[in-house]
């Protein structure tokens, strides 16, 4: 099924099989971002972390995932939150 995305703010998608491989845990994420059970959402082969709020806490996130192996682009993938409220996004792996 199809996550929704916010349009007020970043969120990063990360190819779940690239989160596991790494040996990244939801709690890691929690203890740096305090995200609520929307903010973590597993759907399939994919993870949405967001909306996450400020510039730096997306910078810090993405510098932690390449830190733990992590290739921006064909890992995970951050969408910006910057479109119009009128337009509603779903995103899914397109290989699920």
Do not use: C, K
């Not at 903010?39 to 082969?45: A, K």
């Not at 997306?58 to 830190?67: K, N, P, R, S």
Request: glycine residues 8%; charged residues 25%; hydrophobic residues 50%.
């Amino acid at each position: 099924m199809p996550l929704t995305l916010s349009h007020t703010a970043p969120t990063l998608l990360i190819r779940r099989n690239a989160f596991e491989r790494a040996g990244l845990t939801r709690a890691l994420f929690d203890e740096v971002l305090n995200l609520t059970a929307d903010e973590f959402r597993v759907e399939g082969s994919l993870i949405a972390v967001g909306p996450l709020v400020g510039e730096e806490a997306v910078g810090d996130l993405i510098a932690q995932l390449e830190e733990a192996g992590l290739v921006y682009y064909d890992d995970f993938f951050e969408l910006s939150g910057n479109w119009p409220e009128w337009l509603q996004l779903f995103v899914m792996d397109a290989r699920a």
